[in-house]
Protein backbone atom coordinates (compact mmCIF):
# COMPACT_ATOMS: atom_id res chain seq x y z
CA UNK A 1 0.00 0.00 0.00
CA UNK A 2 1.02 3.43 -0.92
CA UNK A 3 1.76 6.15 2.21
CA UNK A 4 1.40 9.87 1.41
CA UNK A 5 4.18 11.92 1.40
CA UNK A 6 2.59 13.38 4.87
CA UNK A 7 3.41 9.91 6.79
CA UNK A 8 5.92 11.10 8.85
CA UNK A 9 4.68 14.44 9.58
CA UNK A 10 1.50 13.04 11.33
CA UNK A 11 3.70 10.23 13.24
CA UNK A 12 5.69 12.99 14.94
CA UNK A 13 2.43 14.31 15.69
CA UNK A 14 1.09 11.33 17.54
CA UNK A 15 4.12 10.62 19.49
CA UNK A 16 4.22 14.26 20.51
CA UNK A 17 0.40 13.57 21.85
CA UNK A 18 1.33 10.76 23.23
CA UNK A 19 4.18 12.43 25.03
CA UNK A 20 2.45 15.19 26.68
CA UNK A 21 -0.44 13.40 27.58
CA UNK A 22 0.77 10.61 29.31
CA UNK A 23 -0.61 10.12 32.73
CA UNK A 24 0.76 12.22 35.94
CA UNK A 25 0.75 9.78 38.53
CA UNK A 26 2.71 7.65 39.88
CA UNK A 27 0.57 5.32 41.32
CA UNK A 28 -2.77 5.60 40.03
CA UNK A 29 -5.92 3.43 41.67
CA UNK A 30 -5.39 0.59 43.89
CA UNK A 31 -4.18 -2.60 42.08
CA UNK A 32 -3.76 -0.65 38.69
CA UNK A 33 0.14 -0.33 36.77
CA UNK A 34 2.30 2.61 37.64
CA UNK A 35 3.30 5.25 35.67
CA UNK A 36 6.14 8.09 36.20
CA UNK A 37 5.56 11.51 35.21
CA UNK A 38 8.05 13.16 32.64
CA UNK A 39 9.64 15.80 34.79
CA UNK A 40 12.54 18.56 33.08
CA UNK A 41 12.59 20.12 36.93
CA UNK A 42 15.49 18.37 38.99
CA UNK A 43 18.48 19.88 39.29
CA UNK A 44 21.64 18.83 37.54
CA UNK A 45 23.08 17.97 40.73
CA UNK A 46 20.36 15.46 41.22
CA UNK A 47 20.38 14.02 37.69
CA UNK A 48 21.61 10.40 39.53
CA UNK A 49 19.86 7.15 39.15
CA UNK A 50 17.68 6.50 42.59
CA UNK A 51 16.25 3.33 43.93
CA UNK A 52 12.97 4.23 46.43
CA UNK A 53 10.18 2.91 48.26
CA UNK A 54 6.51 4.40 48.03
CA UNK A 55 3.52 3.03 49.81
CA UNK A 56 1.35 1.34 47.76
CA UNK A 57 -2.09 1.93 49.32
CA UNK A 58 -2.08 5.94 49.56
CA UNK A 59 -2.76 7.05 45.71
CA UNK A 60 -3.63 10.18 46.94
CA UNK A 61 -0.65 10.62 49.10
CA UNK A 62 1.17 9.09 46.04
CA UNK A 63 0.46 11.76 43.99
CA UNK A 64 1.16 14.66 45.99
CA UNK A 65 4.52 13.05 46.71
CA UNK A 66 5.31 13.21 42.83
CA UNK A 67 4.10 16.59 42.41
CA UNK A 68 6.95 17.72 44.97
CA UNK A 69 9.58 15.43 43.02
CA UNK A 70 8.63 17.33 39.67
CA UNK A 71 9.58 20.12 41.99
CA UNK A 72 13.20 19.33 42.54
CA UNK A 73 12.34 17.55 46.00
CA UNK A 74 14.57 14.27 46.54
CA UNK A 75 12.98 11.10 47.80
CA UNK A 76 14.70 11.59 51.51
CA UNK A 77 13.48 14.91 51.84
CA UNK A 78 9.97 13.51 51.78
CA UNK A 79 10.37 10.84 53.92
CA UNK A 80 10.57 8.35 51.35
CA UNK A 81 13.01 5.02 51.63
CA UNK A 82 15.80 6.25 49.04
CA UNK A 83 18.76 4.02 48.44
CA UNK A 84 18.20 2.95 52.61
CA UNK A 85 20.34 -0.60 53.33
CA UNK A 86 19.94 -1.62 56.82
CA UNK A 87 23.63 -2.34 58.52
CA UNK A 88 23.82 -5.07 60.83
CA UNK A 89 24.28 -4.37 64.46
CA UNK A 90 25.11 -5.36 67.96
CA UNK A 91 22.12 -6.18 70.02
CA UNK A 92 21.47 -7.48 73.18
CA UNK A 93 17.82 -9.13 74.75
CA UNK A 94 17.21 -5.77 76.54
CA UNK A 95 17.85 -3.43 73.48
CA UNK A 96 15.87 -5.55 71.34
CA UNK A 97 12.87 -6.02 74.11
CA UNK A 98 12.55 -2.24 74.69
CA UNK A 99 12.13 -1.71 70.77
CA UNK A 100 9.59 -3.81 70.49
CA UNK A 101 7.76 -2.17 73.14
CA UNK A 102 8.07 1.41 71.62
CA UNK A 103 5.49 0.43 69.14
CA UNK A 104 2.01 1.83 69.75
CA UNK A 105 0.38 -0.31 67.36
CA UNK A 106 -2.38 -2.72 67.82
CA UNK A 107 -4.21 -5.51 65.89
CA UNK A 108 -8.23 -6.96 67.03
CA UNK A 109 -7.93 -10.72 68.34
CA UNK A 110 -10.96 -12.22 68.62
CA UNK A 111 -12.32 -16.03 69.81
CA UNK A 112 -14.54 -17.74 67.04
CA UNK A 113 -17.57 -19.27 67.76
CA UNK A 114 -18.08 -22.73 67.31
CA UNK A 115 -21.57 -24.43 67.65
CA UNK A 116 -22.84 -24.41 71.39
CA UNK A 117 -21.76 -27.58 73.53
CA UNK A 118 -24.58 -29.91 74.45
CA UNK A 119 -26.64 -29.13 77.85
CA UNK A 120 -24.84 -30.34 80.61
CA UNK A 121 -21.42 -30.25 79.50
CA UNK A 122 -18.68 -27.43 80.68
CA UNK A 123 -18.70 -24.89 78.21
CA UNK A 124 -15.05 -25.11 76.04
CA UNK A 125 -12.79 -22.79 73.94
CA UNK A 126 -12.71 -23.10 70.52
CA UNK A 127 -9.72 -25.13 68.67
CA UNK A 128 -7.03 -23.08 67.81
CA UNK A 129 -6.48 -21.96 64.16
CA UNK A 130 -4.11 -19.64 62.26
CA UNK A 131 -5.73 -16.57 60.35
CA UNK A 132 -3.12 -16.02 58.36
CA UNK A 133 -2.77 -13.44 55.20
CA UNK A 134 -3.45 -13.65 51.10
CA UNK A 135 -1.36 -11.71 49.02
CA UNK A 136 -4.87 -9.86 47.47
CA UNK A 137 -5.39 -9.22 51.36
CA UNK A 138 -2.53 -6.95 51.88
CA UNK A 139 -2.86 -5.21 48.56
CA UNK A 140 -6.29 -3.80 49.68
CA UNK A 141 -4.67 -2.31 52.70
CA UNK A 142 -5.46 1.04 52.79
CA UNK A 143 -3.08 3.92 54.61
CA UNK A 144 -0.71 1.08 55.45
CA UNK A 145 2.13 2.07 57.09
CA UNK A 146 4.83 0.30 57.16
CA UNK A 147 3.84 -3.55 58.19
CA UNK A 148 0.32 -4.51 58.90
CA UNK A 149 0.00 -6.80 61.76
CA UNK A 150 -3.39 -8.83 61.41
CA UNK A 151 -2.52 -10.58 64.45
CA UNK A 152 0.49 -12.64 66.23
CA UNK A 153 1.13 -14.52 63.29
CA UNK A 154 0.30 -12.73 60.11
CA UNK A 155 1.47 -9.34 59.08
CA UNK A 156 2.54 -7.96 55.69
CA UNK A 157 4.33 -5.27 53.57
CA UNK A 158 3.57 -3.73 50.34
CA UNK A 159 5.15 -1.43 48.23
CA UNK A 160 6.28 -0.02 44.96
CA UNK A 161 9.60 0.01 44.11
CA UNK A 162 11.21 2.56 41.66
CA UNK A 163 14.45 3.00 39.97
CA UNK A 164 14.35 6.58 37.94
CA UNK A 165 17.26 7.27 36.10
CA UNK A 166 16.74 11.38 35.85
CA UNK A 167 19.59 12.30 33.67
CA UNK A 168 17.34 10.64 30.98
CA UNK A 169 14.43 13.57 31.26
CA UNK A 170 13.61 16.57 28.97
CA UNK A 171 13.61 19.22 27.86
CA UNK A 172 14.96 17.64 24.77
CA UNK A 173 13.86 17.81 20.98
CA UNK A 174 11.82 14.48 21.17
CA UNK A 175 8.81 13.96 23.75
CA UNK A 176 10.04 11.22 25.60
CA UNK A 177 11.13 11.56 29.53
CA UNK A 178 13.22 9.98 32.07
CA UNK A 179 13.78 6.09 31.94
CA UNK A 180 12.25 4.48 34.73
CA UNK A 181 11.12 0.95 36.00
CA UNK A 182 8.39 -0.17 38.82
CA UNK A 183 6.95 -2.86 40.19
CA UNK A 184 5.05 -3.73 43.20
CA UNK A 185 6.71 -6.20 45.86
CA UNK A 186 4.02 -7.48 48.45
CA UNK A 187 5.80 -9.47 51.56
CA UNK A 188 3.59 -12.06 53.46
CA UNK A 189 5.37 -12.97 57.11
CA UNK A 190 3.44 -15.78 59.10
CA UNK A 191 4.69 -17.13 62.66
CA UNK A 192 3.83 -20.03 64.49
CA UNK A 193 2.27 -21.90 67.46
CA UNK A 194 4.62 -24.28 68.07
CA UNK A 195 7.70 -23.55 66.49
CA UNK A 196 10.41 -21.11 66.35
CA UNK A 197 10.24 -20.40 62.81
CA UNK A 198 8.96 -17.78 60.52
CA UNK A 199 8.38 -18.11 56.56
CA UNK A 200 8.07 -15.18 54.31
CA UNK A 201 6.34 -15.49 50.86
CA UNK A 202 6.83 -12.46 48.62
CA UNK A 203 5.38 -11.60 45.03
CA UNK A 204 6.57 -9.13 42.43
CA UNK A 205 3.23 -7.57 40.02
CA UNK A 206 2.15 -4.88 38.53
CA UNK A 207 5.39 -4.18 36.45
CA UNK A 208 5.40 -0.97 34.08
CA UNK A 209 7.77 1.38 32.96
CA UNK A 210 8.14 4.37 30.82
CA UNK A 211 7.22 4.48 26.85
CA UNK A 212 10.89 4.69 26.12
CA UNK A 213 12.51 2.28 28.80
CA UNK A 214 10.71 -1.22 26.96
CA UNK A 215 14.57 -2.84 26.92
CA UNK A 216 14.21 -2.25 31.00
CA UNK A 217 12.22 -5.32 31.11
CA UNK A 218 15.43 -7.43 30.76
CA UNK A 219 16.42 -5.76 34.00
CA UNK A 220 17.62 -7.81 36.84
CA UNK A 221 15.98 -7.58 39.98
CA UNK A 222 17.01 -9.71 43.19
CA UNK A 223 14.46 -9.73 46.30
CA UNK A 224 16.02 -11.42 49.68
CA UNK A 225 14.75 -10.94 53.14
CA UNK A 226 17.58 -9.80 55.28
CA UNK A 227 18.24 -11.02 59.23
CA UNK A 228 19.92 -9.31 62.36
CA UNK A 229 19.49 -11.09 65.62
CA UNK A 230 21.09 -11.07 69.32
CA UNK A 231 24.55 -11.01 68.78
CA UNK A 232 25.45 -13.89 71.09
CA UNK A 233 22.85 -16.33 70.33
CA UNK A 234 22.15 -18.59 67.38
CA UNK A 235 19.32 -16.69 65.00
CA UNK A 236 18.29 -16.11 61.71
CA UNK A 237 19.20 -19.78 60.83
CA UNK A 238 17.81 -19.60 56.95
CA UNK A 239 18.70 -18.37 54.04
CA UNK A 240 19.35 -14.50 52.87
CA UNK A 241 20.75 -14.84 49.01
CA UNK A 242 18.80 -13.20 46.64
CA UNK A 243 15.99 -14.52 44.38
CA UNK A 244 17.45 -13.35 41.39
CA UNK A 245 15.34 -12.91 37.82
CA UNK A 246 14.92 -10.29 35.19
CA UNK A 247 11.44 -8.52 35.07
CA UNK A 248 10.20 -10.71 32.27
CA UNK A 249 11.20 -13.81 34.37
CA UNK A 250 9.16 -12.42 37.34
CA UNK A 251 6.32 -11.21 35.15
CA UNK A 252 5.95 -15.26 34.19
CA UNK A 253 6.33 -16.45 37.80
CA UNK A 254 6.36 -13.72 40.53
CA UNK A 255 6.51 -15.32 43.64
CA UNK A 256 9.36 -17.06 45.81
CA UNK A 257 9.44 -18.29 49.65
CA UNK A 258 12.19 -18.28 52.49
CA UNK A 259 12.17 -18.88 56.09
CA UNK A 260 13.91 -18.44 59.26
CA UNK A 261 14.72 -20.54 62.72
CA UNK A 262 16.07 -19.80 66.09
CA UNK A 263 17.94 -21.74 68.20
CA UNK A 264 16.65 -21.32 71.66
CA UNK A 265 18.99 -19.65 74.12
CA UNK A 266 19.73 -21.42 77.66
CA UNK A 267 17.83 -20.48 79.97
CA UNK A 268 18.87 -17.82 82.89
CA UNK A 269 17.22 -16.09 85.49
CA UNK A 270 16.27 -13.34 83.60
CA UNK A 271 15.14 -15.54 80.11
CA UNK A 272 13.01 -18.62 81.12
CA UNK A 273 11.16 -18.43 78.54
CA UNK A 274 13.85 -18.57 76.13
CA UNK A 275 12.93 -15.39 74.08
CA UNK A 276 15.23 -14.20 71.22
CA UNK A 277 14.19 -11.39 68.39
CA UNK A 278 15.08 -11.20 65.08
CA UNK A 279 15.21 -8.17 62.77
CA UNK A 280 13.91 -8.81 59.14
CA UNK A 281 13.29 -6.98 56.03
CA UNK A 282 12.92 -6.91 52.60
CA UNK A 283 15.88 -6.03 50.05
CA UNK A 284 15.40 -5.64 46.64
CA UNK A 285 18.41 -4.99 44.07
CA UNK A 286 17.32 -3.46 40.34
CA UNK A 287 20.33 -3.90 37.74
CA UNK A 288 19.34 -2.32 34.61
CA UNK A 289 20.39 -3.78 30.97
CA UNK A 290 23.70 -2.55 29.54
CA UNK A 291 26.35 -1.16 31.26
CA UNK A 292 25.20 2.55 31.58
CA UNK A 293 23.47 2.55 34.64
CA UNK A 294 24.25 0.78 38.06
CA UNK A 295 22.50 -1.60 40.15
CA UNK A 296 20.99 -0.02 43.25
CA UNK A 297 19.56 -1.44 46.38
CA UNK A 298 17.18 -0.59 48.91
CA UNK A 299 15.80 -2.05 52.16
CA UNK A 300 12.19 -2.06 53.44
CA UNK A 301 11.12 -1.31 56.51
CA UNK A 302 12.38 -3.52 59.58
CA UNK A 303 10.00 -6.22 61.91
CA UNK A 304 10.53 -7.70 65.02
CA UNK A 305 9.41 -11.38 65.57
CA UNK A 306 9.69 -13.12 68.87
CA UNK A 307 10.74 -16.70 69.41
CA UNK A 308 10.13 -18.55 72.98
CA UNK A 309 10.73 -21.86 73.98
CA UNK A 310 7.37 -21.12 76.50
CA UNK A 311 6.08 -23.80 78.19
CA UNK A 312 3.04 -23.12 80.27
CA UNK A 313 0.87 -22.17 76.55
CA UNK A 314 -1.85 -25.05 78.47
CA UNK A 315 -5.35 -25.08 77.27
CA UNK A 316 -6.94 -28.82 78.39
CA UNK A 317 -10.26 -28.89 76.56
CA UNK A 318 -9.71 -28.91 73.55
CA UNK A 319 -5.95 -30.22 74.14
CA UNK A 320 -3.26 -27.50 73.11
CA UNK A 321 0.20 -27.19 74.22
CA UNK A 322 2.52 -26.05 72.11
CA UNK A 323 5.98 -25.63 74.14
CA UNK A 324 7.69 -23.44 71.83
CA UNK A 325 6.48 -20.34 68.69
CA UNK A 326 7.10 -17.04 66.83
CA UNK A 327 5.21 -13.88 66.83
CA UNK A 328 5.27 -10.63 65.44
CA UNK A 329 6.12 -8.50 68.66
CA UNK A 330 5.62 -4.38 67.55
CA UNK A 331 2.09 -4.64 68.03
CA UNK A 332 0.05 -4.81 70.85
CA UNK A 333 -3.32 -7.14 70.96
CA UNK A 334 -6.65 -6.25 72.10
CA UNK A 335 -8.90 -9.06 73.30
CA UNK A 336 -12.73 -8.51 71.61
CA UNK A 337 -15.56 -9.57 73.44
CA UNK A 338 -18.09 -10.64 71.14
CA UNK A 339 -20.71 -9.23 73.62
CA UNK A 340 -24.05 -10.62 71.77
CA UNK A 341 -22.49 -13.43 70.13
CA UNK A 342 -24.84 -16.62 71.50
CA UNK A 343 -21.28 -18.59 71.79
CA UNK A 344 -20.08 -16.74 75.01
CA UNK A 345 -23.87 -15.95 76.39
CA UNK A 346 -22.83 -17.77 79.11
CA UNK A 347 -19.82 -15.59 80.08
CA UNK A 348 -22.49 -12.19 79.54
CA UNK A 349 -22.20 -11.38 83.31
CA UNK A 350 -18.30 -11.36 83.15
CA UNK A 351 -18.71 -9.87 79.86
CA UNK A 352 -20.37 -6.70 81.34
CA UNK A 353 -19.04 -6.26 84.81
CA UNK A 354 -15.53 -5.90 83.09
CA UNK A 355 -17.39 -3.40 80.22
CA UNK A 356 -18.77 -1.36 82.83
CA UNK A 357 -15.07 -1.20 84.65
CA UNK A 358 -13.76 0.13 81.83
CA UNK A 359 -16.48 1.69 80.07
CA UNK A 360 -18.56 3.46 82.68
CA UNK A 361 -17.88 7.61 82.66
CA UNK A 362 -15.10 8.95 84.58
CA UNK A 363 -13.53 5.55 84.70
CA UNK A 364 -9.74 5.46 85.38
CA UNK A 365 -9.47 1.64 85.06
CA UNK A 366 -6.34 0.43 82.77
CA UNK A 367 -6.36 -2.00 80.12
CA UNK A 368 -8.56 -0.07 77.52
CA UNK A 369 -7.01 1.57 74.34
CA UNK A 370 -6.03 5.32 75.60
CA UNK A 371 -4.93 4.20 78.94
CA UNK A 372 -2.06 1.80 80.45
CA UNK A 373 -2.74 -2.01 78.79
CA UNK A 374 -3.02 -4.88 81.34
CA UNK A 375 0.36 -6.92 81.82
CA UNK A 376 0.26 -10.42 82.35
CA UNK A 377 0.97 -12.24 85.31
CA UNK A 378 1.92 -15.63 85.47
CA UNK A 379 1.39 -17.39 88.50
CA UNK A 380 4.85 -19.98 88.56
CA UNK A 381 6.80 -16.78 87.87
CA UNK A 382 5.24 -14.51 90.51
CA UNK A 383 3.61 -16.03 92.98
CA UNK A 384 3.71 -13.46 96.01
CA UNK A 385 1.82 -10.98 93.75
CA UNK A 386 -0.40 -13.63 92.33
CA UNK A 387 -1.32 -14.52 96.17
CA UNK A 388 -1.33 -10.90 97.02
CA UNK A 389 -3.91 -10.06 94.37
CA UNK A 390 -5.96 -12.67 95.36
CA UNK A 391 -5.55 -11.86 99.06
CA UNK A 392 -7.09 -8.23 98.13
CA UNK A 393 -9.99 -9.85 95.80
CA UNK A 394 -10.87 -11.74 98.59
CA UNK A 395 -10.98 -8.75 100.91
CA UNK A 396 -12.65 -6.70 98.70
CA UNK A 397 -15.74 -9.35 97.58
CA UNK A 398 -16.34 -10.58 101.74
CA UNK A 399 -17.52 -6.54 101.42
CA UNK A 400 -20.46 -6.98 99.32
CA UNK A 401 -23.10 -9.32 99.73
CA UNK A 402 -23.41 -11.98 98.13
CA UNK A 403 -26.83 -13.27 96.02
CA UNK A 404 -26.84 -16.71 96.69
CA UNK A 405 -25.43 -20.01 95.94
CA UNK A 406 -24.11 -20.71 92.81
CA UNK A 407 -22.14 -17.31 92.74
CA UNK A 408 -18.99 -16.67 92.49
CA UNK A 409 -16.93 -13.33 93.30
CA UNK A 410 -15.57 -11.96 89.80
CA UNK A 411 -12.15 -9.38 89.73
CA UNK A 412 -11.23 -6.86 87.14
CA UNK A 413 -7.96 -6.32 86.00
CA UNK A 414 -7.85 -9.69 86.61
CA UNK A 415 -5.40 -11.93 88.89
CA UNK A 416 -2.92 -13.08 86.16
CA UNK A 417 -2.42 -9.37 85.81
CA UNK A 418 0.20 -6.83 87.86
CA UNK A 419 -2.58 -4.38 87.46
CA UNK A 420 -4.92 -6.70 89.76
CA UNK A 421 -6.12 -5.89 93.86
CA UNK A 422 -2.69 -5.90 94.71
CA UNK A 423 -2.13 -2.05 93.52
CA UNK A 424 -4.34 -0.83 95.99
CA UNK A 425 -4.98 2.01 93.50
CA UNK A 426 -8.56 3.64 94.55
CA UNK A 427 -10.81 3.30 91.60
CA UNK A 428 -8.99 0.64 89.71
CA UNK A 429 -10.18 -2.69 90.79
CA UNK A 430 -13.50 -3.69 90.95
CA UNK A 431 -15.25 -7.33 92.57
CA UNK A 432 -18.95 -7.97 91.52
CA UNK A 433 -20.77 -11.29 92.17
CA UNK A 434 -21.76 -13.12 89.37
CA UNK A 435 -22.88 -17.09 87.89
CA UNK A 436 -20.41 -19.33 89.01
CA UNK A 437 -20.98 -20.70 85.32
CA UNK A 438 -20.03 -16.97 83.83
CA UNK A 439 -16.43 -16.97 86.23
CA UNK A 440 -15.54 -20.35 85.30
CA UNK A 441 -16.44 -20.22 81.58
CA UNK A 442 -14.58 -16.29 81.13
CA UNK A 443 -11.42 -18.12 83.28
CA UNK A 444 -11.32 -20.95 80.50
CA UNK A 445 -11.30 -18.27 78.03
CA UNK A 446 -8.84 -15.99 79.25
CA UNK A 447 -6.44 -19.09 79.78
CA UNK A 448 -7.03 -20.08 76.28
CA UNK A 449 -6.42 -16.67 74.56
CA UNK A 450 -3.19 -16.33 76.55
CA UNK A 451 -1.96 -19.25 74.88
CA UNK A 452 -3.29 -19.48 71.23
CA UNK A 453 -1.70 -15.54 71.03
CA UNK A 454 1.48 -16.60 72.98
CA UNK A 455 0.96 -13.83 75.75
CA UNK A 456 4.44 -14.50 78.01
CA UNK A 457 4.67 -13.12 81.09
CA UNK A 458 4.82 -9.20 81.80
CA UNK A 459 3.02 -9.50 77.94
CA UNK A 460 0.89 -6.55 77.79
CA UNK A 461 -2.87 -6.00 76.20
CA UNK A 462 -5.83 -4.43 75.96
CA UNK A 463 -9.59 -5.61 76.34
CA UNK A 464 -12.19 -4.10 73.76
CA UNK A 465 -15.90 -4.75 72.71
CA UNK A 466 -17.48 -5.90 69.75
CA UNK A 467 -21.13 -5.24 70.17
Same mark, same amino acid.
Given at each position: /?????????V???????????????????Q??????????? /??S????????II????????????????????????????????????????????????S????????????????????????FE???????????????D????K????????? !????????????????????????????????Y??????? !??? %??????M?????????????I????????????????? @???KR???????????Y???????????????????? /????P???????? %???????????K?????? @?A??????????????????????????????????????????H? %????????S???????R??????????????????????????????????????????????????????????????????????H??????????????????F???F??
Amino acid at each position: /MRRSPWFPVVLVLVLVFIGFFTPESVIGKQNEGLEYKKTST /MNSSKDKPQIYIIPTNDPEKADQVIKQLEKGKMPEELGLISGQKHVPKEQTLKQMASEAAKSKKTFPVEMDSVETAEEGTAWAPPPFEYDNIQFEECMDRENMDGWWFKNKYASCWSN !YIVYSDPAGCGPSWFPFGCDWVSFRLTVLAHGYNGLRTVD !YSY %KVDDIDMDLDSQGWIGSKVSISMQCDGISEYRDCLGDE @SPDKRTLAQWRSHGEGYTIFESDPPPVTAGNKDQVSF /MDLWPRVTIDPPG %KKLPPLTSDGRKQKVRMD @SADYMFVFQPFFWPKEGSVFAEATPVFYYKMNDPYFSIMKEAFQHH %KDALKSPGSLFPGIEGRPPLTRLYSKYDPERYDANRRAKDKACAKIEKPGEGYECDEFPFRSTYEGGATGEAGKFSVRYIPTAANNSHGRLLAAWYAYNRILHKDEFYIGFKE
